[in-house]
């Protein structure tokens, strides 16, 4: 079992400061432009090793080395004073200079390390809630002016938690993974000499200079802004946020990808998060013109290469900030109706218009214009009453598999960073299974949480089918396009999905089953749901999906199709219909989904040939509209959609869904 409430101790039994193995020249190194842009924060990252006797090849290997923690910490001192001769800027120190900026005086002070033990074992850790199981616990606390301390911390179990907390004015996630790989590099037994020592870094600040004469554009003044320009920090309380630690999975990601195909997983990622927190946010008591800010953190190595090799070479081992925060500022109101691919198309956008070299220039220039009066993010200084915000920054570079310190792959690593501002912080990483999975780190708000957890744990959808997921992503924007309507505010929409009942009416009998498999004539039935405009807009994929399976599964059994045919019997010989067919204009818009997935497009070969195209045409007539989703001639998972519906719906559905449903053509079909 977990130890869900954190219930178990940690002691402290050494503590000891590891220096350089290599005496230094001391000296100062200036922070650039972009490390100014920094306040003071501290950053948590966390490995987690299984007991190394559990997880050696052999015996003989334990017995040989004699692996004990004792002998892990020697190791972890040892190649922490040889790397720090390459990563000096660690083994220093914070000071101001002249102009009240920090420094780093680089003059061998050492790494505080601590040992510890805990009374507890891996496995009943409570990862998700790191809160109660991490914070406090196994991440050390740094002293104001060192810029990195180190703990390992032993586990009832014999496993091991080696974490660290770095300044991050001094580094950013980057730069801290290259001393991480390098650090395990030089421990690791089974690691070259060469490989250890191979990746040296760059501390060339003359690389992140400002231009002269500077360029600023308007777009730095709207992200950036100088700490003498930032209003008083309001009198109530600023809200607690709390740190939690999920899973994604690939199939979930895949999954979300698909509704934005053209963008990348983490633009995908981070719309779908923005609108449950806005979502989280709609029910608040904000004003009706509330917003919700996000932004994402990128690096700007690549980008300040500018094709040149050697500058480019240099900014790949470059120590230090290259960072900048682009934000989006959406109406809360907004990001919840508009369809992901809206809010997608939003966040690429804004990330466009910040990964270029003129960005970064531009912001170094920026910076210089302001010093020594420090800059900051104004994403960060956002007020709890104006609405939400957060950060995201991706760690799908977290070298979570490189750092292996000679006992083996950590099972679990984590970043952590419970940073205590108004705006909350999301980290994605990759899952040490090395599967596809991410590890998402998110300190946020309890009530933003509250939704994730909720709404989220089931809005991928992975669990339902295709059709289900479709017919939903369906229903969204029929009412999307309902809600620009002038129908009253307690409007609906209703979608009907056809459903066979051939298999439900076999009854597990072989025979019955062989029958009813050739069985010819209709056995159809036509559920279907019924909600308001309104709430379908305003509600994730997800709930609509679960909708769509609960009257679906209601409806797909034995007795469903045993009480129809009773039913029809009891009303002869007037007629029955399906009420959905019987929907009236005023009432809000009514379509009917009848999955085609069997159709025999393949098989229909009269002796010239396989069907270059065919599908079914519907144009009934009524009120209600007709959609037939049937598999595409091309025979590689495509779907052909017939639709006939009103011509306003299908507008919305060529604009916003124009991502998913795209014309058919005939060079569609010749590829």
């Known amino acids: 079992m977990c130890d869900e409430n954190g219930d178990f101790s940690v002691s402290v039994t050494n503590e000891e400061v590891v220096a350089a193995v290599l005496p230094m ?40 080395h004699k692996i004990t923690f004792g ?10 004073a040889q790397t720090l001769i390459s990563y000096y800027v660690f083994a220093g120190e914070v000071v101001l200079n002249s102009m009240g900026e920090p420094e780093v005086l680089c003059n061998n002070r050492g790494v505080d390390f601590l040992e510890a033990e805990a009374d507890v074992e891996l496995k009943n850790l409570n990862f998700y809630n790191p809160d109660q199981s991490i914070e406090g616990k196994f991440v050390p606390k740094k002293k104001n002016a060192c810029v990195l301390a180190v703990q390992a911390t032993v586990l009832k179990c ?27 590099a030089m421990a690791n037994p089974n690691t070259t000499i060469l490989a250890a020592t191979s990746g040296h870094p760059c501390f060339r600040r003359s690389l992140l200079s400002p231009r002269r004469p500077g360029f600023i554009r308007p777009s730095q003044h709207h992200m950036y802004t100088s700490i003498s320009d930032l209003p008083p920090p309001p009198a109530t309380d600023a809200t607690a946020l709390l740190s939690r630690i999920y899973y994604v999975t690939a199939e979930q990601l895949r999954h979300m990808q698909s509704l934005a195909a053209t963008r990348t997983k983490l633009e995908c990622f981070c719309a779908f998060l923005w609108k449950m927190v806005a979502h989280a946010a709609s029910r608040d008591t904000y004003s009706k013109r509330a917003t919700a800010k996000m932004g994402i953190v990128i690096d700007g190595r690549k980008r300040l290469g500018n094709g040149d090799k050697e500058s480019e070479a240099m900014m790949e081992c470059y120590f230090g900030n290259v960072l900048s925060i682009p934000f989006g500022v959406k109406l809360v109101e907004q990001l919840v109706k508009e369809p992901l691919g809206y809010v997608v198309e939003a966040v690429h956008e804004f990330l466009a218009a910040a990964a270029t070299e003129e960005h970064f220039l531009g912001l170094i220039d920026w910076v210089e214009a302001k ?26 570079r977290f070298p979570v598999e490189k750092v292996d310190f000679g006992w083996g792959k950590a099972v679990f690593a984590s970043y952590h960073f419970p940073w205590g501002g108004e705006a909350g912080y999301v980290m994605p990483m990759p899952s040490p299974l090395g599967n596809g999975d991410w590890v998402v780190y998110m300190h946020l708000a309890e009530k933003h949480l509250d939704i994730i957890e909720t709404e989220a744990a089931h809005s991928l959808a992975a669990t339902r089918t295709k059709l289900e997921c479709f017919c939903a992503f369906l229903w969204k924007m029929v009412a999307h396009a309902a809600s620009r309507d002038t129908y009253s505010k307690r409007a609906t929409a209703k979608m009907g999905i056809v459903i066979d009942g051939r298999k439900r009416l076999g009854n597990g009998d072989k025979e019955s089953e062989a029958m ?5 004539g209709n056995v159809l039935s036509i559920p279907f749901g019924v909600k308001l405009v309104e709430q379908l807009v305003k509600e994730p994929l997800g709930y609509v999906v679960e909708a769509v399976h609960e009257f679906l599964a209601a409806a797909a059994t034995e007795e469903h199709f045993l009480g129809l045919i009773d039913w029809v019997e009891a009303k002869r010989p ?25 159709f025999p497009v393949e098989k229909v070969d009269f002796g010239w040939g396989k069907a270059v195209f065919a599908s079914y045409h519907f144009p009934w007539g009524g009120e209600a509209g007709y959609v037939m989703p049937m598999p595409s001639p091309l025979g590689n998972g495509d779907w052909v959609v017939y639709m006939h519906l009103a011509e306003k719906h299908l507008d919305i559905i060529e604009t916003e869904a124009a991502h998913v449903f795209k014309p058919l053509t005939w060079d569609y079909l010749n590829q």
Request: hydrophobic residues 40%; glycine residues 8%.
């Open 25 to 64: 020249q001391e000296h100062w190194l200036p922070l650039s432009n972009l490390d100014l842009l920094l306040p003071p924060l501290d950053v948590g990252v966390f490995f987690c090793y299984n007991n190394p006797i559990l997880t050696s090849t052999t015996m003989e290997d334990c017995a040989t």
């Open 516 to 520: 009813m498999e050739c069985y010819f």
């Open 158 to 184: 014999g496993g091991i938690i080696v974490a660290c907390t770095f300044d991050h004015r001094i580094a950013d996630a980057y730069s801290t993974n290259m001393f991480l790989v390098s650090w395990a």
């Open 574 to 598: 007037i007629p029955g219909v399906s009420r959905i067919y019987c929907n009236r204009a005023d009432e809000g818009p009514a379509f009917v989904v009848s999955s085609g997935q069997r």
């Open 71 to 80: 002998t892990m910490v020697g190791s972890l001192k040892k190649a922490l």
């Open 371 to 396: 010093r020594p009066i420090p800059g900051v993010s104004r994403i960060y200084c956002n007020r709890a009453d104006e609405g939400p915000a957060f950060v995201v920054s991706s760690g799908q």
